[in-house]
């Protein structure tokens, strides 16, 4: 299977910057998406940003043009640089990949969560 390891959350002040990795291991046959999302408690899990594996990125609304999305495709691993942070940002930023894990008997398609990554906007 695939095993996803996240890590870079913090406290930080507002207008601090902080940068996320996630990395996946296991029976790779292929990584097609990699994004974060973010979670916080009595509200709805939120798109924060997603890139293909040709490098086409999405991002939510509320971190454009201060977060940025990137993957090392040789190392399975994806970041999160979050810039300009605000105390609105402060939420458990979740890693999802989807990933091709290989057979047999056939290589099989998963979508894959890890297991949230603490960040704390704060004076």
């Known amino acids: 299977q695939v095993q996803l390891v996240e890590s870079g959350g913090g406290l930080v002040q507002p207008g601090g910057s902080l940068r996320l990795s996630c990395a996946a291991s296991?029976?790779?046959?292929?990584?097609?998406?990699m994004g974060w999302y973010r979670q916080v408690p009595g509200k709805e899990r939120e798109l924060v940003a997603i890139i293909d594996r040709g490098g086409s990125t999405t991002y939510g609304d509320s971190v454009k043009g201060r977060f940025t999305i990137s993957r090392d495709n040789g190392k399975n691993t994806g970041y999160l640089q979050l810039n300009s942070l605000k105390t609105e940002d402060t939420a458990v930023y979740l890693c999802?990949?989807?990933?091709?894990?290989?057979?047999?008997?056939?290589?099989?398609?998963?979508?894959?969560w890890g297991q949230g990554t603490l960040v704390t906007v704060s004076p």
């Open positions: 296991g029976s790779i046959f292929d990584l097609y998406h």
């Open positions: 999802n990949v989807g990933a091709v894990v290989r057979g047999p008997p056939v290589n099989e398609y998963f979508e894959v």
